[in-house]
């Protein structure tokens, strides 16, 4: 099915540790998203970017780093893992020719958990 | 500084009630505001959205009830179902032409319908 897909979908690490989490899309959108969510504390942004070479800082970027080499593909970084950083992950993607009441498409997650 | 204050965090509805989720925003330049649905284990889905130049919209069982003067606005669901049980956020965005204002969301609103 077209939409947001999100790998992996679970991950531990151990602090210190880096991994990149990857968000691809097959809708051919112009603007992707990553939000953290964690209990209480709604959505966070955390980098975005509206094209293709582009990204720009969110709410809470320190301690992630983004790429989007390729338009369909929008990459999160985390160099060195902090517990803090346990949460769960949620990329987003939506098409510069659509209204902006055409709502983001989301992916189902990725949950990390940084022991 | 919150810039989506969205209220209960919690609500119990018995089955064939009305579900009342309340959204507050300080940014007077917001001109979106969609409202999302979530299920567990899934990623957000928009449910509906209304601009401030109109006081209320209604799609099926589900109304947005709009305050400009009081940066307000509402979430009601009619005859509510357990298969509404679900958490739910407001968000807001600003650049009506644009589309390309990242959401702003709310920290989430759990509701269960209970028979």
């Known amino acids: 099915n077209a939409g947001v897909t999100q790998t992996p979908k679970f991950r531990v690490l151990k602090t210190g540790q880096s991994m990149t989490l990857l968000c691809a899309q097959d809708?051919?959108?112009?603007?992707m998203y990553w939000y953290r969510q964690d209990p209480g504390m709604g959505l966070r942004l955390i980098h975005y970017s509206v094209g293709e070479g582009t990204t720009a800082k969110g709410e809470v970027p320190d301690g992630y780093n983004v790429s989007r080499l390729k338009k369909q593909n929008f990459l999160l970084g985390l160099e060195s893992a902090a517990p803090s950083q346990t949460s769960v992950y949620f990329c987003?993607?939506?098409?510069?020719?659509?209204?902006?009441?055409?709502?983001?498409?989301f992916g189902s997650g990725t949950r990390l958990t940084v022991v | 500084q919150q810039q989506v204050k969205q209220s209960p965090q919690s609500l119990i509805v018995q089955k064939g009630g009305i579900s009342i989720i309340n959204c507050a925003y300080e940014?007077?330049?917001?001109?979106?505001f969609p409202w999302y649905q979530q299920f567990p284990g899934k990623g957000p889905a928009l449910l509906i959205a209304?601009?401030?130049?109109?006081s209320e919209k209604k799609e099926g069982r589900f109304t947005i009830s709009f305050n400009k003067s009081a940066k307000q606005f509402s979430l009601h669901i009619m005859d509510s179902q357990p298969g509404d049980s679900a958490t739910y956020f407001c968000?807001?965005?600003?650049?009506?032409?644009?589309?390309?204002?990242?959401?702003?969301f709310g920290k989430g609103t759990r509701l269960s319908v209970i028979a």
């Open positions: 987003a993607s939506k098409g510069s020719d659509q209204r902006a009441s055409a709502g983001y498409t």
């Open positions: 809708m051919n959108h112009e603007y």
């Open positions: 968000a807001a965005s600003q650049g009506r032409n644009s589309g390309n204002t990242p959401l702003v």
């Open positions: 940014n007077t330049a917001f001109d979106y």
């Open positions: 209304i601009r401030p130049d109109v």
